[in-house]
């Protein structure tokens, strides 16, 4: 069941389009994820869907009904902010309860309401406190759980954890994980931190200066990205990249050479126009050291980051950009050391530099 549908949604500011005709059906109880760059228009199209910003053509829907031109009071849907935006001289229960008041709930019922969102979101100690004796996180929650108390037919958060530590991020992200779970609610969420989306996410919306670049699954994302840009936004480290040019082309193979690395390979995909400059990436966990003689790359060690779990090493092989490699995290190497490297042919993929799209 769709709990919310876009078509050909596009806003305009006068004359000058932002979003450029959106189409996205999301899936009742789905947590679904707006990902891109500061300025691509993610926040905007979440405003959009909350009502917001008006729209400027296209139909947008929650569950059966047109809501291009209804208020945000008459849409159902409850949103999270990235400013916590508490009354700080209400106290946490009034917090959460000020909206089912606003709205003449039952005394019983209120109660009931904000008893189960403290219990859902652990805040049954901090009931009586204020906002300003709360921690970041605290309040966070409140803010969630005023959106809970509300049962409705979508939660919309924008960046929420945009203004918290390092540490607390990790924390909230879990809880807004097991809130879902819990919940089972249909969940529209905004971030431009790629880790957010790919541990929270169902499905992914990576867009770019106002178009859908690629929608899917986290993995898929990941595995197979549609284009340059979503290669290069999605996984840290990022994807690396290098200009190649098809030598041959034929079968079920293409042969591609890497001026950089002075070397060519051998890459499985349909046929392509000979002699085309293509961009070739790969992942810094689908490299490895070799011998000189079978190398990709060769060049010195400039950085090693030890991570504990990971460690990554930056190679200055000529190329354009350093080159990360991800190493076993007991390896033994060190800044300054030449090294040989290259990869697995099954795990290159080769992009159109012309129009960015992927060609294998």
Not at 121 to 139: I, M, T
Not at 149 to 163: G, W
Not at 306 to 317: C, E, H, I, K, M
Request: net charge neutral.
């Amino acid at each position: 069941m769709t709990a919310i549908s876009l078509k050909q949604i596009k806003k305009l500011y006068g004359t000058v389009p932002v979003i450029h005709g959106v189409d996205i059906d999301i899936a009742s109880g789905e947590f679904l994820v707006l990902v891109g760059p500061s300025g691509c228009g993610k926040s905007t199209l979440l405003r959009m869907i909350a009502g917001l910003e008006e729209i400027s053509s296209g139909e947008l829907k929650i569950g059966d009904t047109t809501v291009n031109t209804l208020p945000p009071s008459d849409r159902d849907i409850a949103m999270v902010f990235q400013d916590y935006a508490l009354y700080p001289h209400m106290s946490v229960e009034e917090n959460m309860a000020f909206g089912l008041k606003m709205r003449s709930e039952p005394a019983t019922e209120i109660d009931k309401r904000v008893a189960g969102a403290a219990d859902i979101l652990k805040l049954q100690d901090y009931l009586e406190r204020r906002p300003a004796q709360l921690s970041g996180g605290q309040r966070q929650r409140v803010a969630m759980g005023r959106a809970i108390v509300r049962r409705p037919k979508a939660f919309l958060f924008d960046e929420p954890l945009s203004n918290l530590d390092a540490a607390l991020r990790v924390e909230m992200r879990l809880e807004i994980a097991k809130l879902h779970r819990r919940m089972q609610a249909t969940t529209v969420y905004v971030t431009h931190d790629q880790v957010e989306a790919m541990t929270l996410a169902d499905r992914i919306v990576v867009m770019n200066a106002g178009h859908i670049e690629q929608i899917g699954q986290p993995l898929d994302l990941y595995r197979k990205p549609a284009s340059l840009f979503v290669a290069r936004f999605i996984g840290s480290p990022t994807m690396n990249t290098f200009p190649a040019q098809v030598i041959e082309s034929g079968g079920n193979h293409l042969v591609v050479h890497l001026p950089a690395g002075k070397a060519s390979i051998e890459v499985p995909n349909r046929s392509y126009e000979t002699a085309k400059m293509v961009t070739f990436g790969i992942r810094p966990e689908d490299l490895g050291i070799c011998d000189a003689a079978e190398a990709w790359f060769s060049g010195e060690l400039v950085v090693v980051e030890r991570l504990g779990s990971q460690t990554f090493g930056y190679l200055d092989a000529g190329t354009e950009k350093l080159i990360t490699v991800e190493f076993p995290r007991t390896a033994d190497i060190r800044v300054g050391e030449r090294i040989s490297i290259k990869g697995d042919g099954s795990h290159i993929h080769l992009f159109d530099t012309d129009r960015g799209k992927r060609i294998n």
